[in-house]
């Protein structure tokens, strides 16, 4: 089992539409979360990070945590050609006595259709 | 304003050849990733530091090596370069010590070994 696993895709959706980006994680005592977004040809940038149960918007963007579920999810509103990249989502593990790094999924694909 | 910078940005060269990607970033942060993104693989960690003369080894760490002298640089070295090692590598950063914090990115390198 990966430790952080994603659906490859492409995930496709038509331009207005609500993308769903789903991510699950294996270690339980996991605290920080994220989720990021990278172009082709391009390095990954952050969109959105969320540390508790529930839910964090940004604008069209929102995160969502479940630590009993080992879930998150990203959900794009009112989706845009724009968005076409691959998210990559990103678990922080932190290491004793040091500081910590992020375990990152194979990320998914996702296309919006005009 | 404060950045994170690489270089080359493109490196062609030949089997066993020693190689140097170079790193800086500019916001005094303590923390510092090399990583290397394949088709298939996704975002794998080769090296990291916690701050100046501090270096641990990834999952990836065979054939390369780092060293911290300063806060600002993590050079990448590839002692004697492989064809297996043709690929884009990231270098990012992240502040915080104690937490797994966001890291950001620079603009890759794109290393192809003949």
């Known amino acids: 089992q990966k430790e952080v696993e994603q659906n490859s895709g492409p995930l496709s959706v038509p331009e207005g539409a609500i993308a769903s980006l789903n991510c699950t994680y294996s270690?339980?005592?996991?605290?920080?979360f994220f989720w990021y977004r990278q172009y082709s040809g391009k390095s990954p940038e952050l969109i959105m990070s969320?540390?508790?149960?529930g839910d964090k918007e940004d604008g069209r963007f929102t995160a969502q945590l479940n630590k009993a579920s080992q879930y998150v999810s990203l959900l794009i509103r009112d989706s845009q050609p724009s968005d076409s990249a691959t998210y990559l989502c990103?678990?922080?593990?932190?290491?004793?006595?040091?500081?910590?790094?992020?375990?990152f999924g194979q990320g998914t694909e996702l296309s919006v259709k005009p | 304003d404060a950045e994170i910078t690489q270089s080359p940005r493109h490196k062609i060269t030949e089997t066993g050849r020693q190689v140097t990607l170079a790193c800086h970033q500019t916001?005094?942060?303590?923390?510092m990733f090399w990583y290397r993104q394949d088709l298939g693989h996704g975002l794998r960690l080769i090296h990291y530091?916690?701050?100046?003369?501090?270096?641990n080894k990834g999952e990836v760490s065979d054939g390369y090596s780092v060293s911290r002298s300063n806060t600002e640089d993590l050079p990448l070295t590839l002692e004697s370069a492989a064809s297996s090692q043709t690929s884009v590598y990231f270098c990012?950063?992240?502040?915080?010590?104690?937490?797994?914090?966001?890291?950001?990115f620079g603009p890759g390198t794109r290393l192809t070994v003949l």
């Open positions: 990012a950063s992240s502040e915080s010590a104690g937490w797994v914090d966001t890291q950001y």
């Open positions: 270690d339980r005592v996991s605290q920080s």
């Open positions: 969320i540390y508790s149960n």
């Open positions: 990103a678990v922080g593990r932190l290491l004793l006595n040091q500081g910590g790094k992020l375990i």
């Open positions: 916001w005094n942060h303590n923390n």
């Open positions: 530091s916690y701050g100046v003369q501090d270096t």
